[in-house]
């Protein structure tokens, strides 16, 4: 709860956020007016002594809002964030506000030790000395934009929800995730992000599992480590220069086709060839996922033709999973092709040297890339032009997926090879 005296409010004479702070009361003045002015848009009514009060069932709908998004504002002090609350009137260390902290330059803010019930946001800050958020909890969604030397002190935080980190140059500065608490909810996010060669960005939370890991529009040129458990994991746009790590690999659910290949180089770097050939085939069927939407803005036939060869592979191997199912397509398609390659026989028409009994024989010889001796027989047969050429047609195809089979089943085969 809070209460806001407007007879005091009014004797501030403010009108519009300064542009630089020369101590915490100027401060502490301009957070006062600026929610004074929000509770007036939600029309509350001061009591009989000219006081506003929001109590704590209210906070959560207004804002502590530190900076200004349109300006850069200048902190000429340190704040050290919840006791200079305490000196609005926010007693708990518990903050059930919305908390922007924007476009503000500061030699040194302290986040630590409060409990963030709502939404946070700190975003395009220039951190001259420190900026820490120890002991910290988060509970909603927490962002964070800024640029300083000597990186964020994260220790023992605790996100609940989503973290994400973006418009960041690491240059001189890392950043290590490995001390913070973290629970199935979280979601860590790193969008527009550069990593120098002297930088880094360390997760190792080897026993923990989060719902997702993205990182998009990465440029990286220093390291990334990452050592945690992620129900989903997406990784576009990235510029891997440096040394990107993946200790851990267990994530259930791929989001795109870039992160499946990103996943597959790695497996292969490490020599874990079985693991590479399963991204592959993620890779392979999410990108077929991406195709079709293609396809349906530009109808493109050779995007339609990437996604038959998709399929087609999918339907012969799994993409390259299982050489006991691709070994039984190409055997069943090719009997299949045959048979109706071979259907004017089978209704005794007027082929003089095949018959019925050969049936069996003849698809054995078939299954022989090179013998074309059933064709021949076929083409002296008094068979009518178009059914001659339908025939000759099947006989072919089945020809073609015979060898397109074989090439399924020996790919499929391959993750058993030695040192697999």
Not at 96 to 125: E, Q
Not at 286 to 302: G, I
């Amino acid at each position: 709860m809070i209460e806001l005296n407007i007879n005091e409010i009014n004797k501030y004479g403010i009108t519009e956020q300064p542009a630089k702070y020369n101590s915490e009361e100027e401060l502490i003045r301009w957070l006062k007016y600026d929610l004074l002015q929000q509770a007036r848009k939600k029309y509350k009514e001061p009591n009989e002594n000219n006081i506003i009060t929001i109590t704590d069932e209210e906070e959560k709908n207004y804002k502590i809002k530190i900076g200004n998004e349109n300006q850069k504002i200048t902190i000429d002090f340190s704040i050290h964030f919840i006791s200079f609350l305490n000196k609005i009137g926010i007693k708990s260390t518990e903050i059930n506000y919305k908390i922007y902290i924007s476009n503000i330059s500061v030699n040194t803010i302290h986040l630590d030790n409060g409990i963030f019930k709502n939404d946070f946001y700190f975003k395009n800050n220039h951190i001259k000395i420190s900026i820490s958020f120890k002991n910290t909890y988060f509970y909603e969604k927490a962002e964070f934009q800024f640029s300083s030397q000597y990186g964020i002190n994260f220790y023992n935080a605790s996100f609940y929800n989503e973290l994400l980190i973006s418009n960041i140059h690491f240059n001189g500065m890392s950043l290590n995730l490995s001390d913070i608490n973290i629970n199935k909810n979280t979601k860590l996010i790193f969008n527009n992000i550069i990593i120098r060669t002297n930088s880094s960005i360390i997760i190792e939370k080897e026993f923990e599992e989060i719902d997702t890991l993205e990182f998009n529009n990465i440029s990286l040129y220093g390291t990334i480590i990452l050592n945690i458990k992620s129900t989903n994991i997406s990784l576009t746009d990235m510029g891997l220069v440096g040394s990107f790590v993946l200790v851990n690999r267990y994530f259930k659910k791929i989001k795109n086709s870039e992160t499946a290949r990103i996943l597959k180089n790695d497996a292969y770097q490490k020599g874990n060839i079985i693991k590479a050939l399963e991204y592959q085939a993620e890779e392979t069927r999410l990108h077929k996922e991406e195709l079709k939407e293609q396809f349906k803005e530009n109808k493109n036939l050779k995007t339609f033709g990437d996604i038959l060869s998709i399929e087609l592979s999918s339907l012969y191997s799994d993409n390259g999973q299982n050489w006991i199912r691709a070994l039984g397509m190409t055997i069943f398609i090719t009997a299949f092709c045959f048979i109706v390659f071979y259907i004017p026989d089978l209704t005794q028409s007027n082929i003089i040297c095949l018959y019925y009994k050969n049936l069996f024989p003849e698809l054995i010889k078939y299954f022989i890339p090179t013998d074309y001796t059933l064709l021949i027989k076929y083409a002296e047969s008094n068979l009518h032009l178009l059914l001659k050429i339908f025939g000759v047609l099947v006989y072919f195809l089945g020809k073609v997926l015979f060898w397109y089979g074989s090439v399924q089943t020996v790919t499929a085969f391959r993750k058993f090879a030695k040192g697999a």
